[in-house]
């Protein structure tokens, strides 16, 4: 293992400025999503990138049922061949840019910035150069690593993901799965699960001179948000019992109205009001049953007052969790120490992980990545080369834990 150490730093460590070249590369393509442009400029990109890299890239073209998304596609790599499976897997979109200064990549004090450097561009280019590092240096045994690269996690990868599980194309049988988001180091073993919904009131117009006639529809929103409020404030009391980064909340997370409006003028009875309520559920909770439970309590207080009121589930994802005890866990950590040369930490990711595809399939998976967390989606976003390289060793190691 000291061995093959030495031979997989080298070899990357030789390629660092091929690795900080891809990353600019990648980070001038503006695959902002939403809405989700220049998606197949990016993905050729990568295309040609894994080509020089020998991981055989082919390009799936989808069909996104929006029309919002620019040739929506995934883009797919093998590095070594054999049945035992490792998958790799990351997105290309990036979200909206604060100024558009940000697709000009800045190199500066061992650092690259630019939007998608941290979220996760630079994970990318870390994850082939990791496979193909474990490949040239005959580390992957009688097994090949799988690279999947989606267009749409930033809109819930319902497409790129979602089209991988529909087409068959994730094996349950693969040992494990890591994707490179920005973990900061840590290794996010779970992650929550997501439900969005949107709840549509309808009221009845009519003049503020004759204000006697119309039905309110925003007073009627506001005797439904509330048990809706009371419901969140019980969520955030129930505590998860993964580890998380400190300074995380521990409770199941439920915004009410980041999303509201309605009514047509301020002189006019609102005829219609509209609210979201969006929530991220710790993996502990059963997220068909706490649906059911909102959706109640949002029909009681409407039926309480006569409201005519409709519910649309606009988001339903899993949560995703592999025990840390798990010899795949157990593996990640060692490597992921071995490189850092500091023990690895296990986290909660507070968010949504498109680990819980895989995890879905029983599969081991994982998020493991250069980049930090708190720097992504900002205007600052940054990711270390020294970072970017390490993590390139830790895929190219723990693959070839796992299948020589
Ligand atoms: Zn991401």
Redesign the pocket.
């Known amino acids: 293992m000291a061995n093959h150490a030495a031979q997989v730093g080298a070899w990357l460590d030789e390629r660092a400025e091929e690795m900080a070249l891809l990353l600019e590369r990648l980070v001038a393509v503006g695959s902002e999503n939403p809405p989700g442009l220049a998606l197949g400029r990016c993905a050729r990109v990568l295309r040609e990138a894994m080509d020089r890299l020998g991981l055989s890239p082919e390009i799936i073209e989808l069909v996104d049922p929006s029309g919002e998304l620019e040739e929506p596609c995934v883009v797919r790599g093998t590095a070594g061949g054999g049945d035992r499976l490792v998958y790799f897997h990351g ?1 290309f979109d990036v979200v909206p840019a604060q100024s558009r200064g940000q697709f000009t990549a800045v190199r500066r004090d061992g650092r690259i910035i630019g939007r998608g450097a941290a ?2 561009k630079g994970g990318i280019v870390s994850m082939l150069y990791g496979a193909a590092a474990a490949r040239d240096l005959g580390l992957l045994g009688d097994g090949r690593i799988v690279v999947h690269l989606v267009c749409d ?1 930033e809109t819930g990868s319902v497409v790129g993901a979602g089209h991988l599980r529909a087409a068959g194309l994730i094996d349950p049988a693969a040992l494990a799965m890591v994707t490179a ?1 920005p973990s900061g180091g840590a290794i996010w073993n779970a992650a929550r699960g997501a439900v969005s919904v949107r709840i549509d009131i309808r009221g009845r117009e009519a003049h503020v001179g004759q204000a006697n006639l119309g039905v309110n529809a925003f007073q009627q929103m506001l005797h439904i948000a509330r048990p809706v409020e009371r419901y969140a404030a019980e969520m955030a009391g129930r505590h998860t019992g993964f580890p998380m980064s400190p300074g995380d909340a521990r409770g199941s997370m439920i915004v009410v109205g980041g999303l509201s409006g309605g009514g047509s003028n301020f002189n006019v009875v609102p005829g219609s009001a509209f609210f979201t309520v969006d929530g991220r559920y710790n993996p502990e909770e059963d997220l068909e049953g706490e649906l059911k439970r909102l959706t109640g309590l949002i029909e009681d207080a409407a039926r309480e007052i006569g409201a005519d009121v409709s519910i649309r589930t606009t988001q339903l994802q899993p949560s995703a969790g592999t025990e840390r005890d798990h010899p795949a866990a157990v593996a990640l950590a060692r490597v992921a120490g071995d490189v850092q040369g500091a023990p690895a930490r296990f986290e909660m990711c507070a968010g949504i992980l498109e680990t819980r595809w895989y995890a879905q399939l029983g599969i081991p998976a994982f998020g493991y990545g250069a980049g930090r967390l708190d720097v992504s989606h900002g205007p600052d976003e940054y990711v270390d080369e020294i970072a970017m390289r390490r993590c390139a060793a830790v895929y190219a190691r723990y693959a070839s834990d796992l299948l020589s």
């Open positions: 997105h979220d996760m996690e988001e």
